[in-house]
Structure formats: C-alpha cells, structure tokens
C-alpha cells in the first residue's frame, strides 16, 4: 500500500504540521513502509469473526455519579504557559 | 417561477442532568468562577485516564425511550480529532459508529396538523470549554480558556432531514424539550447552553428528489432564534440560486445582533476529524433487562399527559398541548384541579392571563408568585359572585405582582362585586335619565346603545356592578320606558 504526497500533506495540515518537500517525501516513504508492515492483517481469513469493539474483554466500568472536590485553581493553572484572571491565556483562534 | 423545498435536519445538544462530569468527579454546577471545577482529568494532562459516569447511560437510555428508539445491546466511545483551545486533549470523546440510542421519532403539531420526525441517532459525548476573548476581539491577540464546562455530558440528538419550515423546526425544537423535561434528563436551560442548536438547511426545487446543498447554522440559542435564522437562510439560498451562484456547504454563525448568518469556514479545513476507537474506556453493554427496569421507572411523558387531559377532562387538543409544554406546567395544572372541578376554566387561566404575565415579566411557572390554591380561591370567588370575571383579572394581575391571596387584594381594594338590585337600579336609572338620546337610538333599534348603557354603570360602579345583572336591570329599565 503506498501512499501519495498529497495524503501526506492532509495528514500534516490535520495535523497542524508544516513539513519540508524533502521531509514530505521521506515521511510518504516511512507511512507507506508501517502500513505495508500491518498490511499483513488483511491477508487474514477473518470470515465469522465478531468485530472487537475494545482491546479488553471489559464492559460498563463505570463510577456513581458523586461531585467531589476539584483541584485547586492555582494548581490547575501551574501548568500553564500563560495565565490571567484565573483562566488559560492562548493565541486567540480566528 | 421555480418553487423551492426547504429541508431541515437538527442536531440538537442536551446537558444531561448530573451531580458530576461524564469522566471525572468534578462539579457540573452552572455559573462558577472559571476553571474551579476542573482536574487533571477534564484539563486533559497527560497520563489522566476517563472513569464513564453511570447516571449518563441511564440517562441517555431514558432519552432513548421517550423517544423511541433502539438502544442497541452495545455501545462504543470513539475520539474526535480537532484542534482548538476549548479542548484541551486535542479530542473530544464521542461515539461514533455505535451511538447508544438509534432510529426513533418525535411526533409534533403544526398548526393542528401531526407530523413524524424520524430520529437518526442519539450519542453521548463531553463538552468543551469556554473561549472568552480578551478585551477587543479585532484588535486582542489573546483568549481566555475556561475549562468548568468541558467534560460537562451531553446527549447530542440527530433528526432526519424531516423538517420542511421555520414553524416546523421550532415545533420539532419545542417538543423535544417538552420531552427531556418531561423524562428529567437535562434541564433544557437554553440562556446556561443546557440546551443547544445546530441546523442544517438546504433548499430544493419542488419534487426534486436529491438535496440540495446543505449549510449548517451554529449559534442558535433560543426558539427565535432557530426560527429566524431557518428563515434568513432559506431567503438567502434561494436568492442566490436565483442569481444562478453555486452555493458551498459550509457552517455559518447566526448573528442575534445582526439577525443574519455569517460564514464561518468552508468544508474543505472542517470535518474532518479522523474518528478512531476510545482506548481508555472499555464498551458498554446494556441488557434487555436494564432497559426495561428504566422503563418501568420513566415519568408520564407530554403525550400520555396531554391524551389525558383530552381523554380525562374533556379540555380540547391545542389546550392540552399548551398545559404540556413544561412539567411544571402541568404539575400546576393538576394541582389546580385537585382542588377545582373545572379543568376547562382552569385552562383558560393558566393559558390566558397566567401566560400573558409570565412572558411579560420573562418569569417561570416554578417561580411565579401565584400557586395553584390561590389561583383556585379565585375561581371560587368568581363563581360565587363575590367578584365578576373581569374584576378577577385586575385581581389576579395584583396577585401576579406581590403574591397576596385574592380575599386579600379584594379586601384591600373593596373589590366587591355589586349584585343587589337595591344598589343597582339607582344608578341605571340614573345613567339612562342622564342619556335621553341614547335611549331614543335604543327605541329605533341601535344595538350600540346597550354597550353605552353597560359602559357607563360599569364607569360608575368601578367595575363593581354585577355584568349580568346590570345587563337584565338595564333591559327591564329601557324596555318599560
């Protein structure tokens, strides 16, 4: 399965990516050799297999509906870059 | 002349109505100071794992089967991938495949006539947060981010494209809350966004089978809203395919302000949002048993109420839809009637005068001054002649005001209706002595003359007299003359 340059463009624009030609060229090249590599699952005879909705063998692991405390706003905040009036402070959008 | 179709499909957002957010124990309570209810799970830090909130698939079911719908034994998260400050992971948890209610309807009235509105899906998801920007939004290079509401749950409920006008949509709007309000699953507050709008809109020719191009309206917080703005767009999709334009789907804003539809971002940079399975929580399964122990719990729903009301007490279709809008509408009606035999009068009340002053004063059924006893001491107190019908309403407005009981402001004013004939007869005879020429255009057969007769006793008597008696007195009077 290869993929195309401009697959790869849309990817790094979802991606919020700006990639050199030259990278362009190498990353089309490198996804195109991982999906070759799972490429492999396809071959599989999977005829009267239920799809596997999770990984786990799990369901409804859930918790009651109790509020609880929360962090600190302060503490909160810390990891954040910028902050201002008790809020995060980002580039505006738009 | 071409004649358009218009097409509408809303997707509608529902906070459902819990103590805690749907993957953490943070507070969901309205109006607290930005970003105090939030954790290192709803901030979205990295290594933080979401723990699902049972009460939201209870919840979501309920919603499920108010409105018909399959719940399918299982049901999946998966993650949407978008970039945008008001998400702090850079996803946001949804379902996609798998929603947890599918393929039901909502039945509304328009104008007396009944319609079915199929239901695509319902799927849980979270809430984002809030972007408050900075000073002046053109000239700020800054937004604030608060996170409180992100992680907030909600049921996003998808119509079919059934929808074929403004009055349609807003019904369809209408009933749906009428129904999660009905079955206590959200709070359905549009101004605190409990409850939320999404429109897609197309225009076609007339029998035309394929749509047309479809534009989705976001922003629309309030009925007026969704109806004005259905309306501006249908007008400015016609117009510019009358100009012969090719219109692009994209998503528009709707501006309360400006009361128009702005553009927003065209299709080729938005949905695209590379949906794959949620790792971090396992499916969940919902068993036959499960669905019918919550059906066996779920509340009366607006329909069962209104074929009660109809069925029951004899009140016609449009009042019986008007008293089930709100449960705490009904909840007064009812009220009432445990306590007073005549529903249709009761109705007249609540949909007349009741309603006229809520909406003036932009109040609530649940906050409103009058209860439903003192609501029924009046009607008492009309029907026994203390006061006239229309002595009530001047009565009933006071009550409204300050919530004193009727006996009271009738007291206070000396609002007692006048229905002896010894206090009544002087003053007919008075007013019609003072009026011979009326009384001459009464003898050639003016009809008028009556309603002048009536106006002046009722002048004279402030309102006190009698309507019925005046009306039988005054006839007795004129005709002996």
Not at chain 2, 406 to 417: H, S
Request: net charge negative.
């Amino acid at each position: 399965m290869a993929l195309t340059i401009k697959e790869v463009e849309h990817v790094a624009m979802l991606a919020r990516m700006n990639l050199s030609e030259d990278e362009k060229q190498r990353f089309t090249e490198q996804l195109s050799s991982i999906l070759n590599y799972a490429g492999v699952l396809n071959t599989l005879d999977t005829d009267g297999v239920e799809p596997l909705t999770h990984i786990l063998p799990a369901f409804n692991v859930f918790r009651t509906d109790t509020a609880r405390n929360s962090m600190p706003r302060e503490e909160i905040l810390k990891n954040a870059p910028l902050a201002e009036e008790g809020q995060y402070k980002v580039p505006k959008i738009m | 002349m071409i004649i358009y179709e218009t097409v509408i499909g809303l997707e509608v957002h529902a906070e459902l109505k819990t103590q805690s957010k749907i993957f953490c124990s943070c507070s969901t309570a309205f109006g607290a100071e930005p970003n105090t209810q939030t954790c290192p799970v709803c901030a979205g830090f990295p290594g933080t794992l979401p723990l699902l909130n049972e009460k939201v698939v209870e919840l979501a079911i309920k919603t499920g089967l108010a409105l018909h719908c399959e719940i399918p034994p299982i049901s999946k998260f998966d993650r949407k991938n978008y970039f945008y400050p008001d998400s702090p992971k850079a996803y946001q948890i949804s379902q996609f495949d798998m929603p947890v209610c599918k393929k039901g309807y909502l039945d509304i009235d328009v104008n007396g006539s009944k319609q079915r509105i199929g239901i695509t899906r319902a799927h849980i998801e979270e809430d984002a947060g809030k972007l408050v920007h900075q000073g002046d939004i053109t000239t700020t290079p800054f937004s604030l981010v608060d996170l409180n509401r992100c992680g907030i749950p909600l049921l996003e409920i998808v119509s079919e494209p059934d929808m074929r006008s403004s009055a349609e949509a807003r019904a369809y709007m209408e009933k749906l809350r009428s129904v999660l309000l009905f079955a206590g699953v959200s709070d359905c507050k549009m101004e605190e966004g409990s409850l939320r709008c999404d429109a897609n809109i197309s225009v076609r020719p007339a029998g035309q089978k394929e749509f047309g191009t479809r534009i989705e309206i976001k922003n629309l917080n309030s009925f007026r809203a969704l109806e004005r703005a259905v309306e501006y767009e249908v007008k400015r999709q016609i117009e510019a395919l009358e100009d012969g334009e090719e219109l692009v789907q994209e998503t528009r804003t709707w501006d309360e302000d400006k009361q128009i539809t702005r553009s927003m971002r065209s299709k080729e940079e938005a949905h695209d949002y590379r949906y794959f399975p949620e790792p971090d929580l396992p499916p969940i399964s919902i068993s036959r048993e499960r669905i019918e122990e919550i059906k066996a719990r779920m509340p009366e729903m607006p329909e069962q109420a209104q074929m009660r009301l109809v069925r029951d007490y004899g009140l016609p279709e449009y009042d019986a839809a008007i008293l089930t809008l709100s449960p705490e509408t009904l909840v007064f009606f009812d009220d009432c009637l445990s306590r007073y035999p005549d529903a249709k009068v009761i109705s007249n009340w609540m949909m007349g005068e009741l309603s006229r002053l809520l909406n003036q004063s932009n109040q609530d059924i649940s906050n409103c001054k009058i209860k439903p006893d003192d609501l029924v001491q009046m009607l008492r107190l009309i029907e026994d002649g203390t006061i006239s019908g229309k002595m009530g309403k001047a009565v009933f407005e006071e009550m409204f005001a300050d919530g004193k009981s009727p006996a009271i402001i009738i007291k206070e004013k000396g609002l007692v209706q006048i229905s002896d004939e010894g206090s009544l007869l002087p003053v007919i005879e008075g007013i019609i002595q003072a009026n011979p020429k009326v009384v001459e255009d009464y003898k050639n057969g003016k009809d008028k003359a009556v309603g002048f007769f009536v106006g002046q006793i009722m002048k004279s008597t402030r309102g006190q007299a009698n309507p019925a008696m005046v009306n039988k007195l005054l006839k007795e009077k004129l005709d002996s003359l």
